[in-house]
């Protein structure tokens, strides 16, 4: 039996967003823990704060405003997500992968997904970007589990091009181009709050993991189910436990992500314009 509370509260979103702005986004982004000012590269139609959409659920966390804005970047039309909620917040999958489902709902056809990540190769630095091939999804659960939403896609959706590829290569062709010091690889999604012993580090290195964060892998999942193409960038806050000598906070996350924050719109407003 379909969830008709979840299409019911979609359609609520949908409706809203609407009814503020005709605008159909070709391309939707997420912006994740301090990475936020990009909305500064856009010329806004339209901002309006998650606690006033139906459906949508405020962040608590700090680094995420809460805010959909609706625009264009260069001459490509789309929906920047100012934040996001996670799993960890106590909120059920269908609750962390609304807004994205919003925002294909509204027409988007492209995903990208940001996120601020902790770096599994010791040689990453602090404030490195990492474009994201794969992933691992540890979270011991799926946005997906359930009856399955017919109208949005398949009951098994495969997974095997979960980052298109085409996308992939060409956020490593602007990266390039800009001269931003980057890797590509594998993202370990993980449940959180907490961050990782030094032995699930080594643990999350020996499956093959080269990022780990607390985001995104619902969202691709939710995305590529309703068969958006999807890619996704890490920036690379802190290395992971073991890996440094310092011990790890958010606020060092949300600072490493502040300081990129130019080199980061700069690539995400050039990315989005060559779409």
Same mark, same amino acid.
Request: charged letters at 15%.
């Given at each position: 039996?379909?969830?008709?509370?979840?299409?019911?509260?979609?359609?609520?979103?949908?409706?809203? &967003? #609407?009814?503020?702005?005709? *605008?159909?986004?070709? %391309?939707?982004?997420? !912006?994740?823990? +301090? *990475?936020?000012?990009?909305? =500064?590269?856009?010329?806004?139609?339209?901002?309006?704060?998650?606690?006033?959409?139906? +459906?949508?659920?405020?962040?608590? %966390?700090?680094?995420?405003? +809460? #805010?959909?804005?609706? /625009?264009?970047?260069?001459?490509?039309? %789309?929906?920047? !997500?100012? /934040? @996001?909620?996670?799993?960890?917040? /106590?909120?059920?999958?269908?609750?962390?992968?609304?807004?994205?489902?919003?925002?294909? !709902?509204? /027409?988007?056809?492209?995903? %990208?997904? $940001? =996120?601020?990540? +902790?770096?599994?190769?010791?040689?990453?630095?602090?404030?490195?970007?990492?474009?994201?091939?794969?992933?691992?999804?540890?979270?011991?659960?799926?946005?997906?589990?359930?009856? =399955?939403?017919?109208?949005?896609?398949? #009951?098994?959706?495969?997974? $095997?091009?979960?980052?298109?590829?085409?996308? &992939?290569?060409?956020?490593?062709?602007?990266?390039?181009? *800009?001269? &931003? @010091?980057?890797? @590509?690889?594998?993202?370990?999604?993980?449940?959180?709050?907490?961050?990782?012993?030094?032995?699930?580090?080594?643990?999350?290195?020996?499956?093959?993991?080269?990022?780990?964060?607390?985001?995104?892998?619902?969202?691709?999942?939710?995305?590529?189910?309703?068969?958006? #193409?999807?890619?996704?960038?890490?920036?690379?806050?802190?290395?992971?436990?073991? *890996?440094?000598?310092?011990?790890?906070?958010?606020?060092?996350?949300?600072?490493?992500?502040? =300081?990129?924050?130019?080199?980061?719109?700069?690539?995400?407003?050039?990315?989005? $314009? @060559?779409?």
């Amino acid at each position: 039996m379909i969830d008709t509370s979840i299409v019911q509260s979609l359609e609520d979103s949908v409706n809203y &967003v #609407r009814s503020i702005s005709k *605008l159909r986004p070709k %391309v939707a982004v997420v !912006l994740g823990s +301090g *990475l936020g000012s990009f909305v =500064n590269q856009m010329k806004v139609e339209a901002a309006l704060a998650y606690s006033d959409i139906p +459906g949508f659920i405020p962040p608590t %966390v700090e680094g995420h405003k +809460g #805010r959909l804005f609706l /625009g264009h970047v260069g001459p490509t039309p %789309v929906a920047v !997500l100012q /934040g @996001r909620v996670h799993f960890y917040e /106590g909120h059920s999958m269908p609750s962390v992968v609304h807004p994205v489902r919003t925002a294909a !709902l509204l /027409g988007a056809e492209i995903l %990208v997904l $940001t =996120n601020s990540a +902790g770096g599994l190769d010791a040689g990453m630095k602090p404030g490195d970007f990492m474009v994201i091939e794969d992933h691992l999804n540890l979270m011991g659960d799926n946005p997906l589990r359930g009856p =399955n939403l017919a109208q949005f896609g398949p #009951r098994f959706p495969d997974m $095997t091009e979960a980052y298109d590829r085409k996308l &992939v290569a060409l956020m490593l062709e602007v990266l390039n181009k *800009l001269g &931003v @010091r980057h890797h @590509r690889g594998v993202y370990c999604g993980v449940a959180g709050p907490t961050y990782e012993t030094p032995a699930e580090v080594r643990y999350l290195q020996l499956i093959g993991g080269k990022a780990v964060g607390m985001s995104t892998v619902p969202e691709t999942i939710a995305a590529h189910h309703l068969g958006l #193409r999807v890619c996704a960038l890490s920036c690379i806050t802190n290395l992971a436990a073991g *890996l440094s000598q310092s011990k790890l906070s958010h606020d060092e996350v949300t600072e490493t992500a502040k =300081n990129v924050e130019h080199q980061f719109g700069q690539f995400l407003a050039e990315f989005i $314009t @060559r779409l």
